[in-house]
């Protein structure tokens, strides 16, 4: 008898958020057909718009509720966020025994999927964290909260361990903190327009306040004017790099280039909200305020940063400028040009979107590492000393440097020792030392810079710098360096723009004996990043890759080209070898002259010691030595 196969369950772990309506039962037996209609209205106009543009689905609705599926935490709780304030605007006008709100419950966990339904505890868990919600509330578990911990602009409030209906263990509970709007009364004039913000009120008590002050003011005024009440600006975001990309500006007005400019924005979008503990408003928001002034934008969406640009097609050539503005003072903080072949459209929005998200990673800690000194200077939190500390580790690497930002980065651990961003950037400053050998311990280093990444991966399993970093210390072991690419390889796929994992992932392929691989990823680091920190180095592996396949001549001009941008030791040591292999000696003795300057009473024997610690691959090893053989023509002393 043949044995049936059994029926696969399809499994996958989600964002899980529940919602139903607050005392939807009385708001039923009191006027049936009119809440029905509003119910009916909120869905349609203010929720699934929100889930919608949050890449969610409503898995199925249950009369007076819904519940949702989000790959990601962070957009469950986004879009959540954002039906809960669209439905208080919709509802503010209504009596309060006859308002609808919501209570919203978010938990990640593994769930049986089916084509119309969901299944399991981490279904269950989000219903019964809704149950408990306040109305207009969301209550998340620990488990989306840390996922979700710094990257929403919001604060929440810790609700402890909470006993859930037919949950067997407790679950820790976290209440999100709506900001509450504020009204603004506005009068205009002959004059102009004159806005005055109040303090929060409700109902009648606001409007009483708003006719006084705008009594008074046409009193007072004189001339013609009218007065209006409107709810106020979001405030501010508690958040450092909150940012809106405002619609590209097509200035050749071909439709193929609108939609080109279109696709830029979107993607700038999402490579930009990949930045770590940045905010970044959903492009569709921020298609609504194009040609807007950027203190509105800032005051509306609640941002400290705005992105715009435009966009000019010349023949086959395609212009992209771009610049950042300080929402706060609507002064130009930072501007870039690229140009691009229109022949290579389909490559070339990739290539923009990811240099342009580099950068304005660096500008971005840059500019708040500069904001932190100057407002708190004697007072820096853990987010101030972290953001100096990667502003400093940012910079072309030297020992002087990276003792800096290791001491940032302790100082910012000291204050909070779980902080995710400077554990990060601890680790990466300790492997960087170790494989640039500027450092006695390297052992006791990389066993700290390992336990440091793996507290932030255990956490933030999609966190790509800390993928990255990871696969620096696994390189910087010089064993098992399959398992360095893996992670730069991981890193890559959460952040195609992660510049430095392709240049490391390049370095990488040169240790384990395939020196011809290296060149494409490090073309790519370029390509993304071309005034990048890290830019010497880049330019110093591809001279490497050369030197290790014998073609000498490219290896000169790629180490040049690494020295001209910032003096670099192991550059002079490939240059020295490629002018001696090829009978150039008085320019590999200089070359040998300034390696020995930078590192004093190196040898022939020393270079084969880093080629064994850095790696104990065979083919890169028998390359490596017939490079130490070059140092010895060049006058390297043994």
Request: net charge negative.
């Amino acid at each position: 008898m043949v044995q049936e196969r059994p029926v696969r369950v399809e499994r996958r772990l989600s964002a899980i958020l529940a919602a139903d309506v607050a005392g939807y039962s009385r708001l039923m037996h009191s006027d049936e057909e009119a809440t029905h209609a509003k119910l009916t209205s909120l869905l349609t106009d203010a929720i699934a718009p929100a889930i919608a543009e949050h890449g969610g689905r409503i898995v199925k609705n249950t009369g007076d509720g819904f519940l949702a599926e989000f790959p990601s935490a962070v957009e469950a709780v986004r879009a959540a966020m954002q039906f809960q304030t669209r439905i208080k605007e919709l509802t503010s006008d209504d009596p309060e025994d006859r308002r609808i709100a919501f209570r919203v419950g978010i938990n990640i966990g593994d769930v049986i999927v089916e084509p119309n339904d969901i299944f399991g505890d981490g279904v269950n868990i989000a219903a019964r964290l809704e149950s408990i919600a306040e109305p207009g509330g969301i209550y998340i578990s620990s488990a989306a909260y840390d996922q979700v911990r710094g990257k929403v602009g919001v604060e929440f409030t810790d609700l402890g361990e909470q006993s859930l209906k037919n949950i067997a263990l407790p679950v820790r509970a976290y209440a999100l903190q709506l900001p509450d709007a504020l009204p603004i009364v506005s009068f205009l004039n002959m004059t102009g327009r004159f806005p005055f913000r109040l303090w929060p009120a409700r109902g009648v008590r606001r409007a009483r306040i708003g006719l006084t002050i705008a009594f008074l003011l046409l009193m007072t005024g004189g001339g013609v004017g009218y007065w209006y009440i409107r709810w106020g600006e979001p405030q501010p975001l508690n958040h450092r790099l909150s940012i809106v990309v405002l619609p590209f500006t097509n200035l050749s007005n071909e439709p193929e280039q609108e939609y080109f400019a279109e696709g830029v924005t979107d993607d700038l979008s999402a490579d930009l909200s990949r930045i770590e503990h940045s905010f970044v408003i959903a492009s569709s928001t921020g298609r609504a305020y194009k040609n807007v002034d950027p203190k509105r934008v800032g005051r509306e969406l609640g941002v400290r940063y705005i992105l715009d640009g435009s966009l000019r097609r010349t023949e086959s050539m395609v212009r992209i400028n771009a610049r950042l503005i300080d929402a706060r003072t609507g002064a130009e903080i930072w501007s870039e040009r690229v140009d691009g072949d229109w022949a290579k459209s389909t490559q070339l929005q990739d290539i923009i979107t990811g240099r342009l998200a580099r950068r304005l990673d660096l500008e971005l800690t840059n500019q708040e590492s500069r904001d932190a000194e100057v407002k708190r200077p004697n007072s820096p939190d853990a987010v101030d000393l972290t953001m100096r500390g990667w502003a400093v580790l940012n910079q072309p690497y030297s020992r002087e440097q990276l003792a800096q930002s290791s001491a940032l980065f302790e100082r910012a651990l000291q204050i909070d020792p779980g902080f995710p961003k400077a554990l990060v950037g601890l680790a990466d400053t300790l492997a960087v030392e170790v494989n640039y050998r500027w450092t006695d311990a390297p052992a006791d280093q990389l066993r700290r810079a390992e336990n440091a990444v793996d507290q932030v991966l255990s956490q933030f399993p999609s966190d790509a710098m800390a993928h990255f970093v990871k696969g620096e210390i696994q390189r910087a072991k010089g064993r098992n360096l399959d398992a360095a690419i893996g992670e730069y390889v991981a890193a890559i796929a959460i952040n195609p723009s992660l510049a430095p994992a392709h240049g490391a992932l390049g370095a990488t392929k040169i240790r384990v004996g395939r020196s011809a691989e290296a060149f494409a990823p490090l073309q790519m680091a370029i390509q993304l990043s071309p005034r990048d920190p890290l830019l010497n180095t880049w330019y110093f592996y591809i001279g490497h890759a050369h030197t290790h396949l014998g073609q000498y001549e490219e290896a000169i001009d790629w180490c040049h080209r690494s020295i001209a941008m910032k003096p670099f030791w192991i550059a002079y040591a490939d240059l020295a070898a490629a002018y001696a292999l090829t009978g150039r000696e008085s320019e590999a003795q200089a070359a040998v002259a300034e390696l020995r300057r930078l590192m004093p009473n190196y040898t022939v024997a020393q270079w084969l010691q880093d080629g064994r610690r850095w790696s104990d691959n065979v083919a890169f090893f028998a390359e490596f030595q017939r490079i130490a053989e070059g140092l010895r023509k060049a006058g390297l002393p043994e």
